[in-house]
């Protein structure tokens, strides 16, 4: 957690309103489930692909979509997503709580 910290104050950027978050999309794909240029709202399948948006201010640019095959598999396409973006991810309190670190 020092590290942390002492990485903020190293290394702050200004950051506009909206360019603060890093966001992520889930897209779930909905092909094949109506015929050919409709859709049955709200019905999609259990897979599709997670994307980091590009932000300028976290100097994360366009990558690659990580596609998943079931919700599953999800969690995996979201840390695949992090990783390649480089995206560093610090614990939440509540988190830490059921963490262990030896």
Not at 26 to 54: C, D, Q, S
Not at 68 to 92: N, W
């Amino acid at each position: 957690m020092a590290r942390a910290k002492l990485l903020l104050k190293k290394f702050p950027v200004e950051a506009p309103q909206g360019e603060r978050m890093i966001v992520l999309t889930v897209r779930l794909w909905t092909n094949k489930i109506a015929p050919r240029g409709k859709v049955v709202t709200k019905h999609a399948h259990a897979a599709g692909v997670v994307r980091v948006e590009p932000n300028e201010t976290h100097n994360i640019g366009s990558l690659k979509p990580i596609p998943f095959g079931s919700m599953l598999d999800l969690p995996r396409a979201i840390e695949k997503a992090l990783l390649a973006a480089r995206v560093r991810l610090h614990t939440s309190t509540g988190e830490r709580r059921y963490r262990v670190t030896d």
